[in-house]
């Protein structure tokens, strides 16, 4: 089946990008307004001392533009996205990237010209100009990163070489999107196919175990092909992340994306810890699905496909719509209606073409509804797909509709709460409508794969970045042999004995983009055992725990992440919520045995 072209989708299909820009002339003159707001804040500079009013207006105006930055910059790169070989829109995000980093440079002195102001005089500012305290914690967080933060010259090159640093991050992303191709495949009917990003899970979700193994050995052999190129992307990026770290005085690479959200990296270790503890029930898993299966040997590209068969089921996107508004019918009306807003005014991207950005995310410009970008295949994975991203979307509205631009936006660490919390009360409403002992432990199945997928998966990822970003630190180059070969390791740790090990898998790192938002995906597992958590509380009818969930959508960053899992009664530094979730793998493991 031939993939579509993006001029041949229908428009109920696609999402409405007219919400945030009319058209492209209405973007290009936000362009022009933009670089005269990005001029207009180097005005400031200097002068932030001198005056509580000159202090609030710098703020105000840094707020502006860069609420105006973010809608320019999503719709540029979301217009990219709906076809990464479309030279048009490639151009609309250069340029969007240009802006941005010229807005960093332009605003690289406000840092370090807030942390000279004293908190003695910062106190008289907010008695001097009461409309400032709306900014007190936006100006507290800056004081709290005093000691990670250079005097003006430096942070203004920072900056500039931050343009630099997103090189390898950006080549990756047109390689991995637009560039590579796949040897095409012989389907389940005999016929050739194209092998996509997008198409790859289906087929590794196949019943036809020569479907999965061919899609698997195309998918790493064109990783295979270009493997020294990806890995000095890899490279690349590690490099430019220890060289930020260490310019702003951090031990580690892995302790400065942390700091910025507050989390002890104490959190990181102890995820790690847990699983690692946790290994038999993994190991549990893999004899379980060798088992059913019924192989003598289980491949690397057996892991995807059911382990029980003849229930497997397609859906249409109609359906699918109607599954996630009928399992998430304890989240209350008022939610359920937000969710209808979005599928019925086009808040999605639906199908795959030529071209499209693979995979699925959320996102959006504040004082516009989010976006969903989704390929939809119809498969069960997909249905949840749409329950995930649906569940960032809300969050964001949420956050946006209650906090001011600047807190807003919440941190990565709380970014899967919600997504996963939505998958979480999905399966629980599937497991309970049917009275069928075959798709009960079809279901059981799926949500074991999404315990696999995120807790265990996620944790060897965050592994093997901890492990390659201490490479760097310790001066060893990551060459292709020593990715490939602490990933291939990895894999044998976490997976057991029962499975064998291809030699192909060795590559997976390459196709991973995560990976050059470094120390990103630790988070997925922190996030499943929070939301595991959260859920637990809603289903059980806990009093409060729909109202406390809500107050933690509607957060943004007006609290830190730890404390606002606390108010939903979760509490990420106590690793009890990771171990719970752990043992929760092994309930379900169990009933799956026992069905």
Same mark, same amino acid.
């Given at each position: ?9 229908? &428009?109920?299909?696609? *999402?409405?990008?007219?919400?945030? $820009?009319?058209n492209?002339d ?8 933009l670089?005269?707001?990005?001029? @207009?804040?180097? /005005?400031?500079?200097? =002068?932030l ?26 719709y ?19 340029e ?7 807005l ?6 406000m ?9 003695e ?23 709290? @990163? ?9 942070? =203004? ?14 080549i990756?992303?047109m390689f ?5 191709r ?9 016929e050739k196919?194209?092998?996509t ?6 087929f ?42 260490k ?27 847990a ?9 549990d ?21 059911p ?6 089921k397609? $859906? ?12 998430l ?6 939610y ?10 086009r ?13 699925? +995310?959320? *996102? ?5 509804h ?20 649906? %569940?960032?979307?809300? =969050?964001?509205? +949420? ?10 936006? $919440? ?17 629980h ?5 049917t ?6 432990a079809?279901l ?11 807790? +265990? ?10 492990? &390659?970003?201490?490479?760097?630190? /310790?001066?060893?180059t ?11 390791e ?5 997976? %057991? @004995? ?7 898998i060795? $590559? ?60 939903c ?23 799956l045995?026992?069905?």
């Open positions: 089946m031939k993939l579509m072209k993006r001029e041949e989708q229908k &428009t109920e299909d696609t *999402w409405a990008l007219e919400d945030l $820009y009319i492209d209405a973007w290009k003159s936000d362009g022009v307004r670089q005269f707001a990005i001029d @207009q804040i180097k /005005e400031y500079d200097g =002068h001392q001198e005056s509580a009013r000159k202090l609030l207006e710098c703020l105000k105006a840094y707020e502006e533009v860069n609420c105006l930055m973010e809608a320019y910059y999503v540029a790169n979301q217009r990219y996205h709906q076809d990464t070989a479309n030279f048009y829109y490639q151009g609309f995000a250069g969007a990237e240009i802006k941005m980093n010229l960093q440079a332009a605003v690289s002195y840092v370090p010209q807030i942390l000279e102001i004293s908190r005089k910062l106190d008289e500012f907010y008695e001097e100009e009461p409309e400032l305290s709306a900014y007190r914690l936006f100006i507290e967080n800056i004081q709290r @990163q005093k000691e990670h933060t250079l005097d003006e010259k430096g942070e =203004h090159m920072l900056a500039a070489a931050n343009e630099m640093a997103k090189g390898a991050s950006n990756y992303s991995n999107n637009a560039d590579i796949f040897a095409d495949i012989t389907d389940e009917k005999g196919v194209p092998l990003q997008g198409r790859f899970i289906s590794m979700e196949s019943g036809d175990r020569r479907v999965r193994q061919e899609a698997f050995t195309s998918l790493y052999a064109a990783y295979r092909q270009n493997i020294n190129t990806v890995a000095a992307m890899y490279d690349a990026n590690a490099r430019a992340t220890a060289f930020f770290a310019e702003r005085h951090y031990d580690s690479a892995l302790e400065a994306a942390l700091d910025d959200s507050e989390i002890p990296v104490n959190v990181y270790h102890k995820l790690i810890e699983v690692h503890d946790n290994l038999d029930t993994m190991y898993y893999v004899a379980l699905r060798k088992k059913l299966l019924g192989v003598e040997e289980l491949h690397m590209y057996d892991v995807y496909v382990m029980v068969s003849g229930v497997e397609k $859906y249409t996107f109609e359906e699918a719509k109607k599954l996630v508004l009928e399992g019918a304890p989240m209350g009306e008022d359920l209606e937000l969710l209808r807003e979005g599928f019925d005014n808040w999605i991207d639906v199908y795959e073409n030529e071209g499209k950005r693979n995979g699925a +995310y959320s *996102w959006g410009a504040y004082g516009v989010p976006y969903v970008l989704l390929n939809f295949q119809g498969t069960l994975n997909h249905v949840f797909t749409l329950a995930h991203e649906m %569940g960032h979307a809300l =969050h964001s509205h +949420y956050s946006d509709k209650h906090q001011p631009y600047l807190y807003a936006g $919440y941190k990565i660490f709380v970014a899967e709460v919600a997504s996963t919390c939505n998958e979480a009360l999905l399966i409403y599937l497991l309970e409508k009275e069928d002992k075959k798709e009960k079809y059981i199945n799926y949500f074991l794969d999404q315990f696999k997928g995120t807790l +265990y998966r996620q944790t060897m990822f965050a592994e093997f970045e901890m492990m &390659t970003h201490d490479m760097v630190k /310790e001066g060893k990551l060459t292709a042999q020593v990715l490939c070969d602490t990933y291939r990895l894999n044998k740790k976490y997976f %057991g @004995q029962d499975m064998v090990i291809d030699d192909e060795a $590559y997976e790192w390459a196709r991973i983009p995560h990976f050059y938002t470094p120390f990103y995906v630790y988070q997925y597992a922190t996030g499943f055992a929070a939301a595991i958590a959260i859920s637990s509380r809603i289903l059980n009818g806990e009093e409060g725990a729909v109202e406390d969930y809500k107050r933690f959508l509607s957060g943004g960053s007006s609290m830190s992440p730890i404390e606002l899992l606390k108010l009664k979760v509490d990420m530094t106590s690793g009890k919520p990771v171990q719970k979730a752990l043992e929760v793998f092994r309930e379900y493991l169990e009933m045995k026992q069905i």
